[in-house]
């Protein structure tokens, strides 16, 4: 059964600064890994799509990484903002295609 | 392009009664999919349909049943509500010319049980 860990929870950053989000999934057979980002009360927005062919995916200041073998991705995301505060989410989908699994999230907070 | 359209965004019930959530995709998008997201679980998948048929069902009681119709839009309905089923529900749509494109989410309904 695939789990998906997001490692920290939470995250306080100063404005400005570089910062890695870490997501871990149990089973390598993937078909893709999303990740979204969640503002409160609202619904997810996608962020990057990583086929499981692919090794990074680049938008603007986010870079996605996925390495199948170890089970990691990580977002990373440059130069951060006030307005980059949210939850991220990560998701996969197995080589069945259908549903995403879905992680916990990591909740960031920039301080101006 | 219009997103993902959820109605209605909030409602109220109480136990034991029904719902009915809406969603339309994205022009063009013929798969749906619907996820529960509640505080103590984090996002479960409901059910995913294509062209009509339901191609994947998660582990949800019967109460929890959904449908597509010819213009894609698809709705889900919700049974004899209980407490715990109060939640945002969230709907997304993705091409299907690949078997797994990017996924499109819609803002969601907040479903609260009294």
């Known amino acids: 059964k695939q789990e998906v860990t997001q490692i920290p929870a939470a995250l306080s950053v100063p404005e400005g600064e570089n910062l890695v989000l870490n997501c871990s999934f149990t089973?390598?057979?993937?078909?893709?890994l999303q990740w979204f980002r969640q503002d409160p009360g609202k619904g997810l927005t996608s962020l990057l799509l990583i086929q499981s062919s692919q090794r990074e995916q680049t938008s603007g200041r986010l870079n996605a990484s996925l390495d199948k073998s170890s089970g990691r991705s990580t977002l990373y995301i440059a130069a951060s903002q006030p307005g980059d505060s949210a939850t991220y989410l990560c998701?996969?989908?197995?080589?069945?295609?259908?549903?995403?699994?879905f992680g916990q999230g990591t909740e960031l907070s920039v301080k101006p | 392009k219009a997103g993902v359209t959820q109605t209605p965004r909030y409602l109220i019930k109480t136990r034991g009664q029904q719902v009915t959530l809406s969603c339309s995709p994205i022009s063009g998008h013929r798969s749906v999919s619907w996820y529960q997201q509640t505080p103590g679980q984090g996002l479960q998948f409901l059910f995913e349909y294509f062209s009509e048929t339901q191609r994947n069902k998660g582990n949800f009681p019967g109460r929890f049943s959904g449908r597509q119709f010819s213009n894609s839009r698809s709705e889900m309905n919700v049974s004899t509500l209980e407490l715990g089923d109060s939640a945002l529900y969230l709907c997304a749509s993705s091409q299907q010319e690949r078997r797994a494109g990017e996924l499109f989410f819609g803002e969601g309904s907040r479903l609260t049980v009294l």
């Open positions: 998701a996969v989908r197995g080589n069945q295609g259908g549903k995403l699994i």
């Open positions: 089973d390598s057979a993937i078909y893709n």
